[in-house]
């Protein structure tokens, strides 16, 4: 079972998702209605408790699920065990509603012929990194009635993310999208998946708006009273954009100014991956054991929690050396020595050169060539992006974003604006939400994030600012954000 749970995405609905979803998708005129993953039948029961006479349709392709739903069901529904996905469209219907797997791309191993059937069929060129309830969506909206009804329950990543851009463009040329029910990510609605989740409810016919509603509490399902609804014309809508942003109109980027895009101050990339930290994480014990040259061995960061200051500094760095963490990546390009060779013939015969990475790297057993960075961000957040002075000038792991400034003078700086609560409230616009409260940034989302140009100051800001820099520690961080939050509101 859990591995079916994984392969085949079982996440059963909580039955008040399911009869709030239920109610969208049943009218008086509905004869109709299909779930093309319907597990064991959660929805169907849902429906056929609001009216008995409705007609009930259904793919389900596990044999156990389809076992448990026939033993338990106490009404009529015609299954189809089949893949939903390839099965012929013989029938249109007046509703769909539907929990379809969340397998990320990865899990989906058809992708490419799925891509080429869709691009034919149904007119969209999805992205090879699309999340498979999507092809499931995008069929249900091509098997619609007129005015039928759709309801689907999926994650909100493609709010947000690449692949999403060509999805949401399909539903602003479509118009048939009414709704997009967000639950806030603080909201946990499956047991064992971490994952954000949205109820996004069509119509097919042709609407003027989109309401964006969040939701911060389950019960609002039940009593139809929201709290946070926004609507926006479809004219106004860019599907190029996050549209996290649409539920949060008193952060919109123009509320700020003296703003401009990171990407023109600088770059931020991605940290140090070895492919095999177990092999390439070096401490102190470690190399004496092995008796290691100092030439293999290159200063690195390699957890965020390690990192406990504002300022990582050589002390900090010894200091961890010393408690004997992990600050160390071996290099073996830089083999010095018998002993250096020897461990490189031994991640040779435990076959580490065969990871996806190191293979992938010449020689396999080099470290990744980028440069140590003067600023770290950390990847994954709650609330608060860590972000860091590499005074020590290590390298870092993928824990930590590197970001490098075009003018290195300007590093103290920028580094001073962001950590103010002002910057990271602008920076927050472009997180992606991962569920249960976590942020995550990638490069590019930060890259496409807004900063202060520090430019603009006054030099008497800015040397208050660098002198600040010089004994600074968390109680500082209200002055900072009092000197740029005059020039950014
Ligand atoms: C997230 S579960 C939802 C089940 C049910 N609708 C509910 O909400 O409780 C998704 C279901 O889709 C089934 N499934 C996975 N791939 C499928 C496919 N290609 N065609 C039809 N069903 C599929 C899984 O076995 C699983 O039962």
Redesign the pocket.
């Known amino acids: 079972m859990i591995d ?1 749970k994984k392969k ?6 909580d039955p008040q998702i ?1 009869d709030f979803m239920a109610k969208l998708v049943t009218g008086s005129n509905t004869a109709n209605v299909l ?9 169907l029961k849902a429906v056929h408790k609001i009216n008995d006479k409705i007609k009930l349709y259904s ?4 044999d156990k ?1 389809i076992k448990e739903a026939k033993e338990k069901c106490s009404f009529e529904y015609e299954l189809n065990h ?6 012929g469209i013989d029938r249109k219907y007046d509703s769909i509603i ?5 397998n990320k791309f990865q899990g989906i191993k058809d992708r490419k012929e799925l891509i080429e059937a869709f691009k034919k069929k149904y007119k969209i060129a999805l992205s090879g990194y699309t999340n ?1 309830c999507i092809y ?1 969506l995008i069929k249900s909206l091509n098997e619609l009635n007129d005015k039928g009804k759709c309801c689907y ?1 999926i994650p909100y990543e493609f709010l947000n993310c690449g692949y999403g851009e060509i999805v949401k463009k399909y539903f602003l040329e479509q118009k048939y999208l009414k709704t997009i029910y967000k639950f806030d990510n603080t909201l946990k609605l499956f047991d064992d998946a971490t994952t954000t989740s949205c109820i996004l409810y069509f119509e097919k016919e042709e609407h003027r708006q989109i309401n964006f509603i969040n939701i911060t509490d389950v019960e609002e399902l039940k009593t139809g009273k929201f709290k946070n609804i926004i609507s926006y014309n479809y004219k106004d809508l860019d599907h190029k954009e996050k549209w996290i942003n649409y539920y949060k109109p008193n952060n919109e980027i123009h509320h700020y100014k003296n703003l401009v895009k990171l990407s023109k101050i600088g770059k931020v990339k991605r940290g140090i991956a070895t492919g095999n930290n177990q092999y390439f994480l070096l401490n102190k014990e470690k190399i004496k054991k092995l008796n290691l040259s100092k030439e293999v061995c290159i200063p690195c960061v390699t957890k965020s929690p390690d990192v406990k200051t504002l300022k990582f500094t050589k002390d900090d760095f010894d200091k961890l050396y010393h408690a004997n963490k992990n600050v160390y990546i071996f290099d073996g390009a830089k083999a010095a020595t018998q002993e250096d060779r020897n461990y490189i013939k031994y991640g040779e015969e435990m076959k580490y050169n065969e990871t996806y990475l190191t293979s992938h790297r010449c020689p396999w057993y080099a470290v990744e060539g980028k440069d140590s960075s003067p600023i770290l961000i950390s990847v994954f957040s709650r609330n608060k992006l860590k972000i860091i002075r590499n005074e020590a000038k290590v390298k870092n792991l993928t824990a930590f974003h590197s970001l490098f400034l075009n003018d290195k003078s300007l590093e103290n700086l920028y580094f001073c604006y962001l950590i103010t609560p002002i910057a990271q409230e602008i920076l927050f616009l472009n997180k992606r939400e991962y569920g249960e409260g976590l942020d995550k940034f990638e490069p590019n989302d930060l890259n496409n994030c807004y900063v202060f140009d520090v430019n603009i100051m006054s030099d008497h800001d800015k040397n208050e600012v660098l002198n600040i820099y010089d004994h600074l520690d968390d109680t500082k961080i209200e002055q900072l954000n009092d000197i740029f939050t005059k020039y950014i509101k």
């Open positions: 079916n085949l995405g079982q996440f059963f609905t399911a779930d093309p993953a319907a597990g064991a039948g959660a929805f793919y389900e392709i596990d699920v089949e893949n939903y996905l390839y099965a539907c929990n379809p797997p969340y498979y499931f329950i």
